[in-house]
Structure formats: structure tokens, C-alpha cells
């Protein structure tokens, strides 16, 4: 018996370490691709969930920090740092508290989910909330590691992009190709294109016979790639995406181009609506915006966009424990009330409608 190794020892042929790299790992990578039937059934394509929220601190920025990491400490880095909506920060500081360095976070103040804020004071991380939103935090990021002695590990670093391109091989290797559609969430669209990058080179090594259509998803009130230009104040329940400049907004336009794929906006209703769905009919439990690419899927199948029987693979990029409290919320809005019984197994019967065998 032998368990995953982390993304890093199970693709090092893939990636650029060597024996001089240190391996900083908390054996992220080999999430599980799920089948959901009820997403089948709904859309009449094969749905495939790969379901992020299964990596140690709980999102896919894992796969991007334990290279991104590895490669700051073979560089001989003290010090990272990092903007961030609540997962990169909880990905930083776990990676950092493991390899014995400080990890800087600059999170907007307020705007963060609290499994998020809580991960990063876990791990000893020197949070800083910063009075703004996530653009202005990532440009005192970059500004900082241009000017000081601490090395960036936001998406910007293309050591997080290598890191991340290892959930692509995953899924070629269950399906045994590419799937015929992709569809993710986009914030900075890092992993948009690093996706691209893990199908490209799996077809460049005749891994896969084709490339997968890349369908990314922005919230309504944060689309600056939809809408074409930047978005200043960008707003969204879904805080991980709420991102008005994405970093990789270039690369993600040529992933579009080539792989025939499409940028869409949901609205946060939506997102609300598939996040309840997904928990409830697929059994997967994830936060609110993970479940865009569950939302998008829905609103092209209603456009008429998702051909019947196509392989389709969604990304649910971040756990709902991250930030539990839109499960405790109807979909009008009201706060859902837990049912008090008193301790008499007759009571409880009655109140969950059981008649006696
Ligand atoms: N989903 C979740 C749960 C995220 O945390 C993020 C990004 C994305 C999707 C979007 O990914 O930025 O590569 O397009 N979160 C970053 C952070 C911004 O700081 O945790 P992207």
C-alpha cells in the first residue's frame, strides 16, 4: 500500500524541480472526479465534478503553493506573500508553516470568509486586513516583493499556474481523454489558464485527442472579462471571485481563442440556486463560488448550449465549510430554523413522519 505523494512527487516529470528542489508538501492533488447523475439527468451531457475542496486546506490553491513554496525555499526565500480573497491566504500560510517561513497575507478587510480568515490565523500567517478591495491588495503585493525581500506567491508567479495544471492530468488520466467541455469559476482566471495549460500539454503529448472546450464563469457584479474592461468596485456574494483586474486576464483571452471556449456572468441569485442544488442533489458541498461552474452549466443547457451525451467536467474549486452560512439561508432569503423536539422518541417520530412498523 502507498498513499498520493502530493502533485509534486506524482508529476515531477511534468514540472520544473529537480533534486536540489525541496518538496514542501501536505500530499495536495488527487482529488476525487465524481459522476453526478442529477446533473445528468438536468442537462442530458455526462457531468463530472472534480472536487477541489478535497486538497488539505480545503481548495485547489494547494496544487499552485506546494510548488510555488518549494520553488521559493530551493531560491532560498525567508518570507512570502500573498493578496488574496481567503484561499490563497489559507493555502500561503499552511504551506509556509510547514516549511518553517513567514507568510505575509494581504486580504481586503471585511471581505474575507471566515473559514478563510480563521485558516490563516491557524497558521501562524501575519494577516493583514487591508481597506480596500482584492485589486488594491495585490498591487501593494507586487509592489512589495519588487521593493523588499519577500518573494510573491500570487498567480502572478507562473510556479503557481505549473503547480495548478496537475488537476488537468488527473482528470485525462480517469477519462482517459480530454473532456469534450471544461467549465470553472474565474477570479484572476489563474486557473482557467493553467487548466489550459495541463490539456495542452497532455495533447501535445498524445495523451488526449483533443482539447476541451474552456467555459470560465464570473459573477454579474464582478465580470471585468465579459464586460471587456476593468470593473472598479466589483461586488458578489461569491467573495472568492470578487475581483475586478484579473492578473492572467491575458492569458485566459488566448485559452478562450483556442480552445473554441467562452467567458460567461451569473448572477449571484443563480449561484445561490446551483450552490443549493449541488449540496442537496449531488451531495457535494461546496462554497458559493465553486458553484458558478455548477450555475453555468445550468444557464447553457437552458441556451441550448450543451450538446447531449457530451463529456462535461466541472471544477467546485473551494469546500463549503470555508463558509458555511449561505446553507442556513432559504432561497427567499430567511434564515433556516432548526426543528427543537423534546427528549421523547414518540415526539420525534411524529415530527419526521414515521408511523410505527
Ligand atoms: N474559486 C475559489 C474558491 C477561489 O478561491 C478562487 C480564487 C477562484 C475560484 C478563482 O480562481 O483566481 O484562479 O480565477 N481565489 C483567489 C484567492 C483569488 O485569493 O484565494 P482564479
Known sequence: SRQWRGVLREYADRLDISAATPIITLGEGGTPLIPAPALSARTGAKIWIKY????????????GMTMAVSKAM??????IICASTGNTSAS??????????TAAVLVPEGKIAMGKLSQAIAHNGQLLQVQGNFDDCLDIARDLAANYPV???NSVNNDRIEGQKTAAFEVVEVLEDAPDFHFLPVGNAGNYTAYFR??????ARGATTKLPRMFGFQAAGSAPIVLGKRVEHPETIASAIRIGNPASWEPALVARETSNGYFGAISDEKILEA????SAEVG???EPASAISVAGLLERAEAGQVPAGATIVLT??????KDPQWALRTADGSDVKPTIVAVDTAEVASVLGLAKA
Do not use: C, W
Open 316 to 321: 467546485v474549486t473551494g469546500h463549503g465549510l
Open 74 to 79: 530551493e531560491d532560498g526565500a525567508k518570507a
Open 275 to 278: 450552490y443549493r442544488i449541488l
Open 198 to 203: 495541463g490539456y495542452s500539454e497532455e495533447l
Open 284 to 286: 457535494i458541498f461546496v
Open 52 to 63: 477541489e475542496g478535497m486538497n488539505p486546506t480545503g481548495s485547489f490553491k494547494d496544487r
Open 92 to 101: 500561503a500560510a499552511a504551506y509556509a508553516a510547514h516549511a518553517g517561513i
Open 151 to 153: 518573494h510573491l506567491v
